[in-house]
């Protein structure tokens, strides 16, 4: 599976972003899928993750009420988006694909994961 990020780039504090992950290879319907960050000096960190169906949908507590995951499997494509946003979010934004029966919260669970895209939130 291949992943392509976009839709980073440089917003005022209070601003909204829509990032958007398109998968090649396979299609995205069979997997869960994530949304992680990282900012410079950190780790890499959970942020929203998706059921195969939609249905089901995780968020860290930093995030909850501010940002929301879909996705569109017709169009192999995951969605963030991301609201009322804090300098605090600045951090590269990777996509990922987790081969699990539900959604996962870790690193460790996903297999493939897209290049990034940075978000810089400026205050």
């Known amino acids: 599976v291949q992943l392509q990020a976009s839709g980073g780039g440089l917003v005022q504090a209070g601003g909204s972003l829509r990032l958007s992950c398109a998968a090649s290879?396979?299609?995205?319907?069979?997997?869960?899928m994530g949304w992680f960050r990282q900012a410079p000096g950190k780790e890499r960190e959970f942020v929203a993750a998706?059921?195969?169906?939609?249905?089901?949908?995780s968020y860290a507590d930093s995030v909850k009420g501010r940002f929301t995951i879909s996705r569109d499997n017709a169009k192999n494509t995951v969605y963030l988006q991301m609201n009322s946003l804090k300098p605090e979010d600045t951090a590269v934004y990777y996509c990922?694909?987790?081969?699990?029966?539900?959604?996962?919260?870790?690193?460790?669970?996903?297999?493939?994961w897209g290049q990034g895209t940075l978000v810089t939130v400026s205050s």
């Open positions: 998706i059921s195969q169906s939609g249905v089901v949908t």
């Open positions: 290879g396979r299609a995205l319907s069979n997997y869960v």
């Open positions: 990922a694909v987790a081969i699990t029966a539900s959604v996962v919260r870790t690193t460790t669970d996903y297999h493939y």
